[in-house]
């Protein structure tokens, strides 16, 4: 086959599926977000028993996959015996835990200098971070304080990935992940 024949070939292989449903056991995916600053896109899933887990990729299905994916793991390790929820108390406490650090980026956030996306000012990014502390406050519901808290802390990871706003958003992620899926 010629290189003619092979940019030929290459121009009608499409990158990944198109379809959506990638036929993953347990895949309940909820929200799905593409991060212009990082060229990602990021998903969760949220198990039968209100779990949410997150998964990222280069292209929306596979970060659907990757969401789908730990899910079923989750699932799998669950009925196996081999997977624990924290505890109400556990659950408290993380929750207290990630409000506490969404209040510091508020702080952070408040303070900085830099420049803000045209677009996306700093008084949104301000009202969203207050919005999630409170939401993840008042809710045990893990669903929807992914999908408040998810996108704009997304957009702090990346848009700000080399300082101390982006620091403090990578840990607030961490904290996320471990109430959400505990």
Do not use: C
Not at 2 to 21: A, C, M, N
Not at 36 to 64: C, H, I, N
Not at 81 to 110: C, D, F, I, Y
């Amino acid at each position: 086959m010629g290189q003619k024949e092979k940019r030929t070939l290459l121009r009608h292989v499409t990158p990944f599926t198109g379809s959506i449903d990638g036929k993953v056991p347990a895949e309940n995916v909820e929200l799905t977000h593409y991060l212009a600053e990082t060229g990602r896109w990021v998903a969760y899933s949220k198990a039968s028993d209100g779990r949410v887990f997150f998964g990222d990729g280069a292209t929306e299905p596979l970060a659907r996959r990757a969401a789908g994916l730990r899910t079923l793991a989750h699932l799998e390790g669950r009925a196996s015996g081999e997977v624990e929820g924290l505890s109400p108390e556990e659950t408290k406490n993380a929750r207290n835990e990630l409000a506490r650090e969404l209040a510091q980026l508020h702080v952070l956030v408040t303070t900085s200098n830099l420049p803000f996306p045209n677009g996306y000012p700093k008084e949104v990014i301000l009202t969203e971070l207050k919005a999630t502390h409170d939401i993840v406050l008042a809710t045990d519901e893990r669903g929807l304080i992914a999908r408040w808290t998810l996108p704009t802390l997304l957009f702090l990871a990346g848009g700000f990935a080399n300082g101390i706003i982006g620091k403090g958003a990578e840990k607030s992620l961490e904290l996320l992940a471990k109430l959400l899926a505990g």
